[in-house]
Each structure stands twice: as structure tokens, then as C-alpha cells.
């Protein structure tokens, strides 16, 4: 993780192109899925709550079916059971990156990371980190060319907006991902 996560192309050759790689990548995943979706089902046991639950499934799932589309048309099937294994594991350096850039705001200036500013520095970064991965990993991990990793996220930007368009058309007074992870901030916030 740590020498894709730098720009080390021999990074990928560590994960394994199986499929038993791909399902232990996806599985801390599907772990959170289930914990969040048995909170989000517990604070709101309705309909509306199963609605957000397999939401949330199809934001895990969509990246992985768009990325197997393009590389079926780019004829690079055999590389992406070790891409997507590359690409789930590599993910969660986003959360380490803006675990750091946090520490580093707090010890600057405390009120900077309380205030919007810097929640915007902080969102802005881990987008900006996670946008970057996500193109280098295809790119090392397809052995894609510069530009057809940036179409390959653009499409998973791409139909991620459109699942949020259409839960949005489908249920306009829902915010699908904010509320499935709500229950989980609302734990956090809790006093123990």
C-alpha cells in the first residue's frame, strides 16, 4: 500500500491477482457495510433505512463493475482482479492521509480544524490524494496509458454522481449517504 501510495509503480507486484485477493480486499468493506447498515437499521428500523443500507452497497460495488467494463474494452481483464485488489487496500490510505493532515492542523492551529476553512483543506486534500490514487493505481495496475486512466476516473466519478442523481430523483428528501452515516456519528458524539 505504502509504496503505491508514494508513486512506486513496483507496489502493485505485492497483491495478488485472484480471486480469493479480491475478496479478502473487499471484506473490511463489507465489514463497515454491515456495522453501519446495523446501526442505520437500529436508529431508523423503516423501509427507507433497507433503502440507504444496499445504497450504500452500490456506492462499495459500482467502481468495481465500471473499472471490469473498461478493462474487458482495453483488453485488460487478466490485470483487474490485482488492480481492484490494489485499488480497495490502497483506499484506505486516504483515511491516513487526512488522519495526518488533521494532526498537522491541530498542532498548528486547533480553531483552524474546528472551523469550515479547514474542514475544506481537509476534505480538499483527501479528495485531491484519493482522486490521484485512484488514477495511478489503473494506470500501474491496467498498465493504461495517462489518459485512459483519467477516463477510467471519470467514469467512476461519473456513474457514483449518477446513483447519487438517482437516489436523489427516486427519494428527493434523503441525503442516502449522509444518513447512513449518521448513526455512526452520532455514536461517536456520544458521551460514554
Not at 101 to 120: D, E, I, N, W
Not at 185 to 191: D, F, G, H, S, Y
Amino acid at each position: 500500500m505504502m509504496l503505491l501510495g508514494r508513486g512506486r509503480a513496483e507496489g502493485i507486484a505485492c497483491f495478488g491477482n485472484t480471486r480469493d485477493s479480491v475478496l479478502a480486499a473487499l471484506a473490511p468493506r463489507l465489514a463497515m457495510w454491515l456495522v453501519l447498515g446495523g446501526l442505520t437499521l437500529g436508529a431508523a428500523p423503516q423501509a427507507i433505512s433497507g433503502v440507504k443500507v444496499l445504497f450504500a452497497l452500490c456506492l462499495i460495488l459500482l467502481p468495481a463493475v465500471v473499472t471490469n467494463a473498461l478493462a474487458r474494452h482495453w483488453k485488460r481483464e487478466g490485470l483487474w482482479m490485482r488492480y481492484i485488489t490494489a485499488t480497495w487496500w490502497t483506499d484506505w490510505l486516504t483515511l491516513f492521509v487526512g488522519l495526518v493532515v488533521a494532526l498537522l492542523m491541530a498542532l498548528a492551529s486547533p480553531r483552524l480544524l474546528q472551523s469550515a476553512t479547514g474542514a475544506g483543506i481537509l476534505n480538499g486534500v483527501e479528495f485531491g490524494y484519493s482522486l490521484w490514487l485512484t488514477w495511478y493505481v489503473a494506470r500501474v495496475g491496467l498498465l493504461l496509458r495517462r489518459g485512459q486512466a483519467v477516463v477510467l476516473v471519470l467514469a467512476i466519478l461519473g456513474s457514483l454522481g449518477l446513483l447519487v442523481a438517482a437516489t436523489g430523483l427516486l427519494s428527493p428528501h434523503q441525503r442516502a449517504w449522509h444518513d447512513f452515516l449518521y448513526p455512526l456519528m452520532i455514536q461517536q458524539a456520544q458521551p460514554h
